[in-house]
């Protein structure tokens, strides 16, 4: 196609990272700048956690020292965002990228579209590992094996409970945030249960979710499988030990966005699909950078949006 | 307003001559598809009732559906092909490593052939990639010959045996330790879904009645007609049957007093790998056969990833177990594959799955005829070709069930054997990269990121002729779900989408049937 559109940088992903990453590159006056996020609405991964009386809050806002709802530290972002002139293309996924002719492939409404830029930011997120990744839980393929992603989108989107008697697997942080979301929307206190021997939150993250959910809690579980017919019943260690429940819930362990470079031929590392990055965030080939939860493990959102502020300065010294 | 050529897109909606209901309770799915008396089916004995829409009944009803004959095809799943159906190697086999002379060679040679044009008929995805078999240790490598010949006792006369270096320069990262190969250009991947799918949607249009999550209970023999007893009581009166219900033949061929014959489920299980691997082969490399198993083998798949498995464990009939995975089982399959491939063990998995083979004791394709009582047929031990073999094996019982049952055959003039190009499944002939979001903007807009579908092909895929309304079905049908994240990203908004779509409430949608919702079930929705 040779109608492909062309713009100085192209920022993949509107959460917290790629809209940190636009304000700055505006601060700077780099431009055009283009951000296209696949979803409807900007904000990414904390716009899935809606503001509710009686939820529970679990962005940390550090620059105000308190904890909000993310669709609340979303929000502002995303008007901070509607203050520069970046070029917003939403409902619109990046399907392939070309890296060394810095050549886009995008899916919109308007059917299949290609564009160029300078400099490309990929600020694509992360998602939690899921069972079979783990490689330590098998079992059955049943209903009611879900995410924190389904806890916050059955309950915030819906106003359902995913499961009345929920088993987590995981023990980190987001864990704990599905855990006390669950438990504060009326479910049982969950059982938790990871491979770990003594969780992977923090003594003062577990104090946090305190006031919602004290988890009944096993750890060093080496082989399990997931119970039940038609609906998760549970989860089994192969030593046989049960953990009944209507839902299971895998939690945490994130996982990088990175198979836009996986695919178009970016260093990554397997079976991890960490990305191979050098200094300042660059990835294997010139012009292309990342920033935000896709450089793996996990970064707080506020985090997040300042890392993609900072990242646009390199990208402003790279395109001079 | 549609534009021109745009008829190829959207679904396939033809003026179905066939009913079709699902046994869904109230509110679960359109009251119009709803089963809730046998009256809805009009009451005449059918001629032939087929108990069992895997991939085995399904073709079985297209076979049929030729033919001016009353057919009803019934499963107690709440799609076709969600049994044994669903969960395989999903190749076509040339049938090189068959048995010769036996009944499973017979029907492998012909399928065969039949097979190309099938696809392109039915609009069922196929790719002829071709097999290699490689040895990779100087025992296995003196076995080589024995399989060509026999493959040459088969009629597969294209096989030929390849050395260490005409492997390698073929497959670059074969293991290191292959010692030589044998060449098997008919070996083909398929879509195992869509081979189901269409059988039954042309059965559908040509007038087979199609009842699904319905489960068979029991038999009531009679003289000039049986019964069929529902689990909920409903008597189906049928002049013939067809025990097509893989490893329920057995509890169901009770019933009617069929022959004796034993059956087990064999697990098989697999690792599914992302889309990053499937450069690493070109070809289905199989492993030498062992004597009780074909081994693992590592296979791209049609969908464009990579596949090895599978076990080969056997477990006692109804072990809930049959379809399960386990931590040991995948690491077997990881080591397998790894004997074949170099650099398999790096390639992230994005999910694991185990299939139940047919095993029985009797042997491969147990096919009996007036079992029990006049009218009955039993078919069994369907156990590892029966995708392939699904085309030639209703031929095959065609042509038996009119010598040995007196089933009387008069061609239906009006029946399809096809279905149309809008009939392809969306990821195999991706709409929005041919126009279609010129007339519908929801081609364009992706639900599922990984596997790049969109929210327009699940309508479609709704739309479609068995107007699939379980989570599973939809999976199987457009690729949603399937991909790296399993649901993480688009559960929730393809929820969203079959809901507003079907009208049904969003609580009670199902992954794959009632007792399956997925939220915990006994909640109203509040609207957000
Ligand atoms: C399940 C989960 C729960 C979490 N819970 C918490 C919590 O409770 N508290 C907390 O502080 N932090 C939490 N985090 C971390 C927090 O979400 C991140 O710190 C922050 O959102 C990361 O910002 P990001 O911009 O890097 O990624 P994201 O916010 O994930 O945004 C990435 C965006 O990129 C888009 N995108 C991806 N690929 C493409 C493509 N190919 N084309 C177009 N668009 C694309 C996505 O749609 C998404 O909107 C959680 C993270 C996850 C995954
Ligand atoms: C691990 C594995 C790998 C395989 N690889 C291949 C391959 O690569 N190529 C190939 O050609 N074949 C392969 N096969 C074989 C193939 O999958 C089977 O032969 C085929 O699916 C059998 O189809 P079926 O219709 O006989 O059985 P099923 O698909 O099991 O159908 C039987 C149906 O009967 C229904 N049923 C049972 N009892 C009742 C009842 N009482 N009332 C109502 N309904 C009932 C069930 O719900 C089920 O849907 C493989 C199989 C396995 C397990």
């Known amino acids: 196609m040779s109608d492909a559109q062309h713009f100085k940088v192209v920022i993949i992903g509107g959460g917290p990272a790629g809209i940190g990453a636009a304000v700055g590159l505006a601060k700077r006056g780099v431009g055009p700048v ?121 309950l915030d989107r819906h106003g359902l409970l995913p499961a009345r008697k929920p088993v987590v697997v995981g023990s980190d942080l987001i864990a704990y945030s599905a855990a006390a979301k669950l438990r504060a929307a009326g479910s049982d206190e969950p059982v938790m249960i990871d491979r770990r021997q003594s969780p992977s939150a923090g003594f003062f993250e577990r104090l946090f979710f305190w006031r919602w959910t004290r988890p009944d809690w096993s750890g060093g579980v080496t082989a399990a499988g997931m119970k039940g017919d038609r609906a998760a019943t549970g989860v089994q260690s ?74 646009a300065k390199r990208i402003a010294t790279f395109l001079e | 307003m549609v534009a021109p050529g745009m008829a190829q897109f959207g679904t396939w909606q033809p003026k179905s001559r066939g009913r079709l209901f ?152 074969a293991s290191s330790s292959v010692r030589g190969g044998l060449l098997v250009p008919g070996e083909s991947l398929a879509d195992p879904f869509m081979a189901s799918i269409a059988f039954a949607e042309i059965a559908l249009a040509n007038g087979v009645d199609i009842l699904l999550g319905v489960e068979i209970a029991g038999v009531e023999l009679g003289q000039a007609r049986h019964h069929l007893v529902t689990a909920d009581g409903h008597r189906l009166p049928a002049r013939r049957i067809v025990n097509a219900a893989g490893l329920g033949s057995r509890r169901l061929a009770d019933g009617y007093g069929g022959g004796a014959f034993d059956i087990n489920p064999r697990r098989g299980q697999f690792l599914l790998f992302d889309k990053s691997a499937r450069p690493l082969v070109q070809h289905i490399l199989l492993p030498v056969p062992t004597a009780h198993t074909k081994g693992v083998l590592v296979s791209p798949t049609i969908f464009g990833n990579l596949l090895a498995g599978p076990t080969a464990e056997d477990l006692p009939l109804d072990d809930p177990a049959a379809t399960h995975t386990t931590v040991d089982g995948i690491r077997r399959v990881l080591e397998g594959g790894s004997r074949l491939v170099d650099g398999l063990a790096r390639q992230p998995v994005i999910a694991t799955y185990a299939g139940a083979r047919c095993a029985c004791s009797q042997g491969s394709y147990v096919i009996r005829y007036n079992d029990g009582a006049p009218g009955v047929v039993t078919l069994t031990g369907v156990r590892s070709t029966g995708l392939t073999t699904s085309i030639s094996l209703a031929r095959h019982l065609v042509d038996g069930m009119q010598k040995e049952l007196g089933l009387e055959l008069s061609p239906d003039s009006a029946a399809l054997d096809a279905r149309p190009e809008s009939a392809w499944p969306g990821w195999w002939r991706r709409p929005f990269e041919n126009g279609a979001t010129d007339a519908r903007a929801d081609h364009g807009c992706a639900v599922c990121f990984c596997e790049v579908i969109s929210e327009g092909e699940i309508r479609d895929a709704l739309d479609s002729p068995l107007r699939p309304r379980t989570m599973d079905a939809l999976k199987r049908r457009t690729r949603a779900l399937t991909g790296r994240c399993q649901g993480f990203d688009c559960q929730v908004s393809l929820a969203e989408i079959v809901s507003g779509h079907t009208g049904i409430g969003i609580a009670q949608l199902t992954k794959n049937g009632p007792g399956s919702e997925l939220v915990a079930p006994g909640q109203a929705e509040v609207p957000a």
Request: charged share 25%; net charge negative; proline share 5%.
């Open chain 1, 34 to 154: 283009v951000l296209i996020e696949r979803r409807a609405e900007l904000g990414g991964t904390p716009m899935g956690y809606r503001k509710k009386p009686g939820g529970v809050p679990t962005f940390v806002e550090w620059t105000r020292g308190r904890v909000v709802f993310g669709e609340e530290l979303a929000g502002r972002m995303a008007k901070r965002l509607a203050k520069t002139d970046t070029a917003i293309r939403l409902g619109t996924q990046v399907t392939k990228i070309d890296p060394a002719e810095k050549r886009l492939t995008l899916l919109g409404p308007d059917g299949v579209r290609e564009l160029t830029a300078d400099a490309a930011v990929l600020a694509a997120g992360a998602r939690e590992q899921t069972p079979a990744e783990k490689g330590w839980l098998a079992g059955a393929r049943t209903a009611r094996v879900g995410f924190t992603r389904h806890v916050t989108g059955w």
């Open chain 1, 238 to 311: 192969s030593d046989g030990k049960e953990w009944p429940g209507d839902g299971v819930m895998v939690c945490g362990e994130l996982v990088p966005n990175s198979e836009l470079a996986l695919l178009g031929g970016l260093a990554v590392e397997l079976p991890s699909r960490q990305l191979q990055l050098a200094r300042g965030q660059a990835m294997s080939e010139p012009g292309w950078f990342a920033a935000g939860n896709v450089l793996g493990g996990f970064h707080g959102a506020q985090w997040c949006y300042f890392n993609g502020r900072r990242l």
């Open chain 2, 22 to 173: 699902y046994n869904w309770p109230p509110g679960a799915c359109e009251e119009a598809l709803r089963f809730t008396s046998a009256g809805q089916l009009g009451g005449e004995p059918y001629d032939v009732v087929i108990v069992g829409a895997g991939v085995v009944g399904c073709g079985l009803a297209h076979r049929l559906s030729m033919y001016d004959l009353r057919v009803l095809l019934v499963d107690r799943l709440h799609d076709v092909g969600e049994g044994t159906s669903k969960a395989n190697s999903a190749l076509i086999h040339s049938g090189y490593d068959a048995k010769p002379g036996t009944l499973e060679s017979e029907l492998l040679h012909e399928a065969e052939a039949d097979w190309p044009g099938l696809a392109a008929r039915l609009k069922i995805p196929l790719d002829p990639v071709g097999g290699i078999m490689m040895a990779v240790t100087d025992e296995q490598e003196c076995q080589l010959e024995a399989a060509e010949k026999n493959a040459h006792a088969n009629r597969v006369a294209d096989v030929r045996i390849l050395s260490a270096d005409e492997i390698r320069e073929r497959e670059p990262n």
